[in-house]
């Protein structure tokens, strides 16, 4: 059974704490991506990586950092430097071939810090 | 900046009807576009991608490009109210990210 898993699905923590979003996928897929989903909005790139041992910013990854160790694994760790880390994060992952590069969301991670 | 500008709606059409859903885009270099369907506290599905102009159809689905105008559209034909959802628009540039606009909010009402 083929996909994206992220965990956990409802994540609580204190503010100053830095915390850790799980993303896993057996699609084969080359590259990974994290997105933040602020109500009412679209997706913001926090970051991405298209190959194993590399990743590049995207337009918010102030306050992110994230590690690509194994090709299935992209793990986002929320730092306490993110000013308003409150949102939904979406991990995604593509082919990376092709003419389409289309992307594929795992359900999602929904981060309230209090 | 590149940018893609979606009408937020709330778009409303009866069941049975045509929806239009539309999408404008800055860059003139953007390559392939895509329709992702989100549903309330949902992440989002992919539906369609399109990278040649003219219209690429699929069941009800049909996604229609015009570079030279900057526009991409989705229409869904015989809407249902399964498809009451938030409609995305992303678009791919030359360095293969993608750019998503904030949304359209379909409501086919039965």
């Known amino acids: 059974d083929g996909g994206i898993t992220q965990s956990p699905k409802y994540l609580f923590r204190k503010e100053g704490q830095n915390v850790t979003l799980s993303c896993e996928q057996n699609?084969?897929?080359?590259?990974m991506y994290w997105y933040r989903q602020d109500p009412g909005q679209g997706l913001r790139l926090i970051y991405y990586?298209?190959?194993?041992?590399?990743?590049q910013k995207g337009d918010i990854a102030e306050g992110y950092s994230v590690s690509r160790e194994k090709k299935e694994s992209f793990p986002l760790t929320v730092t306490s430097a993110q000013k308003n880390p409150t949102a939904f994060y979406l991990c995604?992952?593509?082919?990376?071939?092709?003419?389409?590069?289309?992307?594929?969301f795992g359900p999602g991670t929904r981060l309230t810090v209090t | 900046q590149k940018e893609v500008e979606q009408n937020s709606g709330p778009l409303s059409v009866p069941e049975g009807a045509i929806a239009s859903l539309n999408c404008t885009y800055s860059?003139?270099?953007?390559?392939?576009f895509f329709w992702y369907r989100q549903y309330s506290g949902k992440s989002p599905e992919l539906i369609m991608f399109?990278?040649?102009?003219g219209d690429k159809e699929d069941g009800r689905f049909t996604a229609q490009l015009n570079k030279a105008s900057q526009y991409v559209s989705l229409l869904i034909r015989d809407s249902q109210p399964s498809d009451s959802a938030t409609y995305l628009c992303?678009?791919?540039?030359?360095?293969?990210?993608?750019?998503f606009g904030s949304g359209t909010q379909l409501t086919v009402l039965p």
């Open positions: 399109i990278y040649s102009n």
């Open positions: 992303a678009v791919r540039h030359a360095a293969r990210q993608l750019t």
């Open positions: 990586s298209q190959i194993v041992n590399d990743f």
């Open positions: 860059d003139r270099g953007s390559q392939s």
């Open positions: 995604a992952s593509s082919p990376d071939r092709g003419s389409s590069y289309e992307q594929y």
């Open positions: 699609l084969n897929h080359d590259a």
